[in-house]
């Protein structure tokens, strides 16, 4: 039986979700297909590879520099930006730290990140409860 793992970050923690489904997996790995979820909600494409070609050619390395940072070999960091193999998230986590991205940025559809505000206690608005 194949599943599937969807990984969500909330703050500094990680929410996982295990789905099993009897289908057999996608024809290309490393990105996730549009296909319907257990639930009927389209899952998203995440196109991992293209992130890392991207990330490694802004900074002008090699595959073989990527491959001795991290540890890894030339053939699996290739095979990963070319959507041959899905990277556990281990993987991806290591890759993720070499780069100094947050994981989620493999899994982010626009680069830009999402605004916030650290408001104070003092700085709070108060909006009352409104029960009907």
């Given at each position: 039986?194949?599943?599937?793992?969807?990984a969500?970050y909330?703050g500094d923690k990680?929410?996982m979700?295990m789905?099993?489904?009897?289908a057999?997996?996608?024809?290309v790995q490393?990105?996730?297909p549009?296909?319907?979820?257990?639930?009927?909600?389209?899952m998203?494409?995440?196109n991992?590879?293209?992130?890392?070609?991207?990330l490694?050619?802004?900074?002008k390395?090699t595959?073989q520099?990527?491959?001795?940072?991290?540890?890894f070999?030339?053939?699996l960091?290739?095979?990963i930006e070319?959507n041959?193999?899905s990277?556990?998230?281990?993987?991806?986590?290591?890759i993720?730290?070499?780069?100094?991205?947050?994981?989620?940025?493999?899994?982010?559809?626009?680069?830009e990140e999402a605004p916030f505000?650290?408001l104070?206690?003092?700085?709070?608005?108060?909006?009352?409860?409104?029960?009907s």
């Amino acid at each position: 039986m194949n599943y599937f793992i969807i990984a969500k970050y909330i703050g500094d923690k990680t929410m996982m979700t295990m789905f099993f489904a009897p289908a057999s997996p996608p024809a290309v790995q490393g990105s996730l297909p549009a296909t319907d979820c257990l639930d009927g909600d389209m899952m998203p494409e995440y196109n991992i590879g293209a992130k890392i070609r991207e990330l490694r050619s802004i900074r002008k390395l090699t595959l073989q520099d990527v491959a001795n940072e991290t540890g890894f070999s030339t053939a699996l960091i290739s095979q990963i930006e070319n959507n041959k193999i899905s990277p556990p998230i281990a993987t991806l986590s290591k890759i993720a730290v070499f780069f100094d991205v947050r994981i989620g940025h493999f899994f982010s559809e626009s680069e830009e990140e999402a605004p916030f505000e650290v408001l104070r206690s003092g700085q709070r608005t108060i909006i009352p409860r409104v029960v009907s």
